[in-house]
């Protein structure tokens, strides 16, 4: 599976963006595609993810209400819409994909820019 992430950018707090994720290669039938972040000088986590074929999600505590993860199948892209970022909220932003059964996340995309000023 190959992911091509963008639509990061600069913005000012308060504000919004979406991202996106192209997802190529093979189908994404029974896999769990996600989002996540790592700002400079700390671990990377997790953000939200989104199970292609049903459709469920899941959001860490400190973006659930603000984010909200989809996908369209067709197309086979994700989305990361943010709304109220924060500065805490800056960081590259990484889209990855994770096969049936198993347990990590095996492809990862390369990456997109998200700063939030105050």
């Known amino acids: 599976v190959q992911l091509q992430a963008s639509g990061g950018g600069l913005v000012q707090a308060g504000g919004s963006l979406r991202l996106s994720c192209a997802a190529s290669?093979?189908?994404?039938?029974?896999?769990?595609l996600g989002w996540f972040r790592q700002a400079p000088g700390k671990e990377r986590e997790f953000v939200a993810t989104?199970?292609?074929?049903?459709?469920?999600?899941d959001y860490a505590d400190s973006v659930e209400g603000r984010f909200t993860i989809s996908r369209v199948n067709a197309g086979n892209t994700m989305y990361l819409r943010m709304n109220n970022l924060k500065p805490e909220d800056t960081a590259v932003y990484y889209c990855?994909?994770?096969?049936?059964?198993?347990?990590?996340?095996?492809?990862w995309g390369q990456g997109t820019q998200v700063t939030v000023s105050s």
């Open positions: 290669g093979r189908s994404l039938y029974s896999y769990t």
């Open positions: 990855a994909a994770r096969g049936p059964g198993t347990r990590d996340f095996a492809y």
């Open positions: 989104i199970r292609w074929t049903a459709g469920t999600t």
